[in-house]
């Protein structure tokens, strides 16, 4: 294992295909242009990525995990552009996120609140979209409750558009902050078997967990219900479990997806008490995995039903350095979508 | 208690083992409630001197029935049934076995009823009481039970007892939360829009009557939809009551297809036909109704060549006040736990099943479905046996039925076949005095 200049841990396996040594020098770089390589002009989903467009990802994230921790941390990429959140569904910890790594880079941004937005009364995602473009931003993050709203819209803008969730399709962000916080903790993603835990149906963030993961090379499993999985789930590349004895044999991480309370009580899984008890992630179950394996979570999680507070509070669990991978991997993909931002 | 008994022998008996299919002369020896021999060479001559034996001058020993669905009142039935009282009955019917209705109040959709009802039974029951629970919440078929928890309080199966789930999403994820615990659901399927109001089989009978009636169309529309179902799912079905050849179509083609799928009918579907309701005797309004002469022939020829797997008395004790009534208000249903042995030997007596395949329907197949070592006589299976004579004829009479309600369909009924003793876990649940005498 190789340490960068900043004395972070490093695999050189992850590295070198991206040209090695360059993306360690980050602070030295300049502070009005991006050197990541990366060839798209919105980030819509994992899909339709390569290895190595994640890879460029990640290794910027690094990066910015350097400069969050900096006193200063302010840099000038985004200068002068507009960022817009625009989410039509509540989030705290996502927007907050974004805004953030907007503002490190020194983009004005903007939160619209569809509560208070003409979207309340009855205009169209796609008029909506015409509106916004009409002022003239750089970038939209969008999180939408439909799939493919987020695709949709990024059609009728004339900016670069990033989904911060669309229905029960992509979440691609939160996959390479979990990705990230992996390969920081663990060294590596190629060859970990990770274990994705719940409503996996109904799960933008396991759908792009799925993609990202096996595309770097690890052997991921889902472990659920067969309530709450989808079905031809077992030709997404993962395998498949049903109980957490079986799924968490042997794991290096153990990923924990929300429970939508909502869908608890009869519908997919007959009650909160049988469905924490089966499936939710105690000392009990997680000694199933492997003794150094780490507890992973998107957030907010329910205690006492998905994951018991022992373990969400325990030493192995990383949910709160996933929180601050968030915020560098936002600031990442902002930064390498400044590559293809309007330039007059 | 059991293991210091003495060994107990039954000698000179006609030994029929429905799992192997073996009818011989000979006897069963039982110790530590368990059977440790059986066929030929368990004779007077070979026992050893601490053994207990009994003759059964030539009687049918065998293993003990067991009935996939029982009505036994608790909690919140016991006028019409008490856990006691059904014990009684199953034991003097041969039943070592009962498996627990759950529509009982509260419906058994709680472990905590699961645990009373296992807490009762170790306390009142002699017979083995197995209880089933609620596939949905409430029986009302909208939210999928506690399979999970409810199996490890003890629930051997699933079923919204007579009442078919009508959201086919509801059951196609019921159908698939089940499948991951390996658990059995029963259904008894049926388009409930079908069924509509009627009371008995449509067709002549019943117009001449001016009763409604239920098309058999209505049961196979609801079989086949499960049946689509559970081929999505890969689960286990077992079709709680099948009543019509069109239902054993579907079940025919969903056995061929490799489904795992099983189904049972009732010792009333097939010793009884619709035209036995006469002038309107509520004791035969029954749910699913009898048929007409047709179908039950269907069904016996089913019920021989092993399409239908398992026969059930569905016990279904009716006080006076629901059955005291004009027919189309009377309640559904018929006790049966003492009489479906009798009732069943009809069908072997007039030479349509035989003798062997009669009890494995009784014995061994239900046995099979809750994955009980119950349903054989060979060496290391439960003690669990019945002896019976399966030729002593009499009539009927409701007084001296051992069930809290009399609401029999064979009432001032010939029967022949009399059960003599009951052994549960090598213990006498019920025998005659002849057999207390060694």
């Known amino acids: 294992m190789a340490i960068s200049p900043r004395g972070e841990r490093i695999l050189p396996d992850e590295r070198l295909p991206l040209g090695g040594i360059r993306a360690y020098m980050p602070a030295l770089m300049s502070q009005s242009q991006s050197h990541i390589a990366f060839p798209h002009r919105h980030l819509l989903g994992i899909e339709g990525l390569k290895a190595q467009d994640i890879t460029a990802l990640l290794d910027a994230a690094d990066e910015a995990v350097s400069l969050s921790r900096q006193v200063e941390k302010k840099r000038s990429i985004l200068r002068g552009r507009t960022q817009i959140n625009l989410f039509f569904e509540a989030s705290t910890r996502t927007q907050a996120s974004f805004e953030l790594a907007g503002k490190r880079l020194g983009a004005d941004v903007m939160n619209m609140a569809v509560a208070n937005s003409s979207v309340k009364k009855g205009e169209t995602l796609i008029d909506t979209a015409a509106t916004l473009n009409a002022m003239r931003p750089d970038i939209i993050i969008v999180r939408h409750h439909c799939s493919g709203a987020v695709d949709l819209l990024s059609r009728k803008v004339s900016c670069s558009v990033v989904n911060a969730g669309d229905g029960a399709h992509e979440h691609p962000t939160q996959a390479l902050l979990d990705a990230l916080t992996i390969r920081r903790t663990k060294g590596r993603i190629q060859g970990l078997t990770i274990a994705i835990c719940g409503d996996v149906a109904h799960s933008r963030v396991a759908r792009s967990n799925i993609l990202l993961l096996t595309a770097l090379g690890a052997r991921v499993r889902v472990v659920a219900p067969s309530t709450l999985l989808p079905s031809g789930i077992d030709r997404m590349g993962v395998e498949v479990h049903r109980t957490m004895r079986d799924g968490l044999r042997d794991a290096d991480i153990v990923m924990m997806l929300r429970l939508q309370l909502e869908r608890m009580s009869g519908a997919f899984v007959p009650s909160l008490r049988e469905y924490a008890h089966f499936y939710g992630l105690d000392e009990d179950k997680l000694s199933y995995a492997k003794p150094d394996a780490l507890v992973m979570h998107p957030g907010p999680i329910n205690r006492g039903v998905e994951i018991d507070s022992a373990v969400a509070d325990g030493p192995r669990s990383l949910i709160n350095e996933q929180v601050e991978m968030g915020v560098a991997v936002r600031m990442a993909v902002l930064e390498a979508l400044s590559h293809h931002l309007r330039k007059e | ?438």
């Open chain 2, 1 to 438: 208690m059991t293991t210091q008994m003495r060994p107990l022998a039954f000698i000179n008996a006609r030994v029929i083992d429905p799992a192997g299919g073996t009818d011989v002369r000979g006897g069963v020896l039982i110790a530590d409630g368990v059977i440790s021999a059986a066929g030929a060479d368990v004779t007077a001559g070979n026992l050893g001197a601490d053994v207990r034996a009994i003759d059964c001058k030539g009687d049918i020993v065998t293993s003990g029935l067991i009935d996939l669905r029982v009505f036994v009142g608790e909690p919140g039935g016991e006028h019409r049934e008490t856990i006691a009282s059904a014990s009684a009955a199953a034991a003097a019917g041969g039943v070592t076995t009962i498996v627990t209705s759950p529509d009982a109040q509260p419906v058994v959709d709680d472990p905590a009823v699961v645990d009373f009802l296992k807490r009762r039974a170790r306390d009142n029951a002699h017979v083995r009481v197995l209880p089933s629970a609620a596939l949905t919440k409430g029986l009302r078929g909208q939210e999928i039970a506690e399979i999970g928890l409810l199996q490890e309080a003890g629930a051997v199966a699933f079923t919204d007892a007579d009442r078919a789930v009508r959201n086919s999403q509801v059951m196609l994820r019921a159908l698939s939360y089940a499948r991951d615990y390996d658990a059995l659901i029963m259904h008894q399927a049926q388009d409930a829009d079908l069924v509509g109001q009627g009371v008995m089989n449509a067709g002549e009978r019943a117009s001449r009557l001016g009763l409604g009636g239920i098309h058999a169309a209505a049961e196979a529309i609801g079989l086949d939809r499960d049946m689509r179902l559970l081929k999505m799912v890969d689960g286990r079905y077992h079709a709680s009551i099948v009543s019509s050849s069109l239902s054993l179509d579907v079940i025919a083609r969903a056995k061929a297809d490799g489904l795992k799928v099983t189904c049972a009918t009732t010792i009333n579907h097939l010793t009884l036909n619709e035209n036995d309701i006469g002038d309107y005797r509520t004791f035969l309004k029954l749910m699913p109704p009898l048929r007409h002469e047709d179908e039950r022939m269907a069904l016996v020829r089913a019920l021989a060549d092993g399409l239908i797997d398992v026969v059930i008395s569905d016990h279904n004790p009716q006080d006076v006040e629901t059955k005291r009534v004009p027919f189309s208000e009377a309640a559904f249903g018929a006790i049966g736990l003492e009489t479906m042995l009798a009732a069943g030997l009809r069908l072997v007596h007039s030479g349509e099943v035989s003798l062997v395949r009669l009890l494995n329907a009784l014995s061994t197949r239900p046995a099979d479905l809750l994955r009980l070592p119950q349903g054989r006589v060979q060496k290391g299976a439960p003690a669990d046996v019945i002896c019976f004579d399966m030729d002593e004829p009499f009539v009927l009479d409701p007084t001296q039925l051992r069930s809290r309600s009399k609401n029999t369909p064979f009432d001032g009924a010939r029967l022949q076949g009399r059960v003599k003793m009951s052994c549960v876990a090598g213990q006498i649940i019920f025998g005659s005095d002849a057999f207390d005498a060694s």
